[in-house]
């Protein structure tokens, strides 16, 4: 099992840029594939990016493409996501989760994203 906890979310300006982090605790973290999800208010939770454990293979949702980057520190326990050129439409609680098989089994408890016009 893993506990997960996220960070640096807060107000940016669109165009802007943050750094979320993802710490993760109680199991080998290497052995666990990633992603980040966000929920804005009134919309279903949506995949944003995911990361294999090994850090070579990543994807993500087209509405973030060219703009965030996953990536991860195994040695750190910690997966992060650089979101640059921000805009409106990505705030949101953005969550990072963490699978062994083929669904995301573990959650952390989000941090808020928001994006001023």
């Known amino acids: 099992q893993v506990q997960l906890v996220e960070s640096g979310g807060g107000l940016v300006q669109a165009g802007g840029s943050l750094r979320l982090s993802c710490a993760a605790s109680?199991?080998?973290?290497?052995?666990?594939?990633m992603g980040w999800f966000r929920q804005a208010p009134d919309k279903e939770r949506e995949f944003v990016a995911a990361?294999?454990?090994?850090?070579?293979?990543?994807v993500y949702a087209d509405s973030v493409k060219g703009r965030f980057t996953i990536s991860r520190d195994n040695a750190k326990n910690t997966m992060y996501l650089q979101m640059n050129s921000l805009k409106p439409e990505d705030t949101a609680v953005y969550y990072c989760?963490?699978?062994?098989?083929?669904?995301?089994?573990?959650w952390g408890q989000g941090t808020q994203v928001t994006v001023s016009s």
């Open positions: 989760a963490a699978r062994l098989g083929g669904q995301y089994d573990y």
């Open positions: 109680g199991s080998t973290f290497r052995n666990y594939q």
């Open positions: 990361i294999i454990w090994g850090g070579s293979g990543t």
